[in-house]
């Protein structure tokens, strides 16, 4: 591969992704690699948001009916035109609550329906192991016995293998991931359904970090539960509401956390104090949705609605792979090591460059207008977003990366000096 400054500017004309970059608000003093931790504002984003304020502002309560859409139906609305991203039926997808609050919640429901254990990984991120021990203990179900984690053989991966014998009869839930938050590993979403079903266990999913940067096939695939954030690759804002898939076999399960929200519409203002389920997703819902951090979500979906899932992956991968092959050309001489997997069928959207000294060279980049995320012990991890970072990005901030540990200015970065912390 050509690794110049010259064939990046190439690859960058000739990119069919390219022109969405001027709907985000990046900044010329900056290179912001950090788009799977939050998505960069767009103006789209802006103009959906400022547009609920107004209806706020000009129709007060009637925006529940008289919003277009109106707020009443903009959980489902919004939850099917996330379907496509997901491969789901627009009935199987809402967004509600938060990632956390829906791994309460449909971990809770599908354990009620079937009481045992619940498999995870070593290298989740942690709020699914505090979701998942709290609703075992909820059940009376103790999560030293009831929680089995994998563990990893390399500190970055999970081997399927050991997914697999992990899963046995008492299984009730296999949860799992899709992208490691730390490597990037990307898991093989059917295999893994498919050895849950195979021992009676459902298959649930937390896709925090593969939604908005790869294709899924949740319905093909099987999948009977999975939660995401829109904050990540989809750029609906800090703290925007979350996404949540139930296969349409499951509708008419009782959610664990019941609440108006997740009523059946038609008779929900009927205020009856038995709880009837939507026969859909929405019953997953539980209070009013948050329509200011709901509408964000709609300008940030007009922009994937441009192009595709499958061209935003290819270009995903086109900018790790030229970021790995730069690691390997410029860093891996000072010490930077890739530990992501190479196989596109198991790298997510970002890339783990592990060095020693991680945490400093974290500090360092920020100085120098390189954002990135330190994950510990010795990640330095580095999300080209394919909407908005360009191969051009990647080539000054792997440059970035080759100077920053040869630079005398770094030293004020060691913590243990009383440097920047
Ligand atoms: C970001 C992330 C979350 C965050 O959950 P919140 O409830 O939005 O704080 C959960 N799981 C994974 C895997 C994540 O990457």
């Known amino acids: 591969m050509d690794t110049s400054l010259s064939a990046a500017r190439e690859r960058d004309a000739a990119d069919e992704l390219t022109h ?67 491969g789901a039926t627009p009935e199987e997808v809402v967004v509600a609550n938060s990632t ?6 449909l971990i809770g429901t599908f354990l009620a329906d079937n009481p045992g254990t619940v498999v995870v990984n070593d290298l989740d991120f942690p709020t699914d192991h505090y979701a998942i021990q709290s609703q075992l203990r909820l059940r009376g179900l103790d999560p030293d016995d009831h929680l089995r984690v994998v563990e990893s ?7 399927e293998a050991d997914i697999k014998a992990a899963v046995d009869d008492d299984t009730a839930i296999v949860f799992m991931p899709s992208v490691l938050y730390r490597s990037g590993q990307l898991l093989d979403i ?21 939604v908005g940067a790869l294709p899924h096939d949740l319905a093909a695939w099987d999948v009977d539960f999975a939660v995401w954030c829109t904050y990540k690759y989809l750029n609906a804002g800090p703290g925007a509401i979350a996404g949540l898939y139930v296969n349409k076999k499951h509708f008419g399960k009782t959610p664990a956390l019941a609440g108006w929200w997740g009523h059946d519409k038609a ?70 090591a890739v530990g992501t997997p190479r196989d596109h069928a198991q790298r997510g959207g970002h890339i783990a460059l592990e060095h020693d000294e991680a945490y400093r060279i974290s500090l360092a980049l920020k100085a120098r207008g390189v954002i990135v995320d330190f994950r510990p012990p010795n990640v330095v991890r580095v999300c080209p977003a394919p909407l908005y970072s360009t191969f051009e990005d990647v080539w000054h901030v792997c440059s970035h990366l080759r100077t920053v540990v040869t630079d005398e200015a770094y030293a004020q970065f060691d913590p243990r000096q009383g440097g920047v912390t």
């Open 20 to 86: 969405l970059r001027e709907r985000f608000h990046t900044r010329e003093d900056e290179f912001y690699m950090d788009g799977n931790s939050l998505g960069l504002a767009s103006t789209d984003a802006e103009r959906t948001l400022s547009r609920a304020v107004d209806d706020w502002r000009d129709l007060a309560i009637r925006g529940w009916t008289d919003a277009d859409p109106d707020w009443f139906h903009y959980g489902e609305q919004l939850g099917a035109r996330l379907a496509p991203l997901v």
């Open 100 to 105: 956390t609050v829906n791994i309460h919640t």
């Open 153 to 159: 053989r390399d500190g970055r991966t999970i081997d």
């Open 190 to 210: 059917e295999r893994i359904t498919q050895t849950a079903h195979d021992h009676g266990a459902f298959a649930g999913f937390d896709l925090a970090h593969s």
């Open 267 to 336: 008779t929900q203002f009927e205020m009856r104090h038995d709880f009837t389920p939507a026969d859909t997703a929405g019953a997953w819902q539980i209070g009013t949705i948050p329509i200011l951090s709901a509408a964000p979500l709609s300008g940030a979906l007009d922009i994937f609605e441009e192009t595709s899932i499958e061209a935003i992956r290819e270009k995903s991968l086109a900018l790790t792979d030229y970021l790995v092959a730069l690691a390997d050309a410029e860093l891996s001489d000072c010490g930077y």
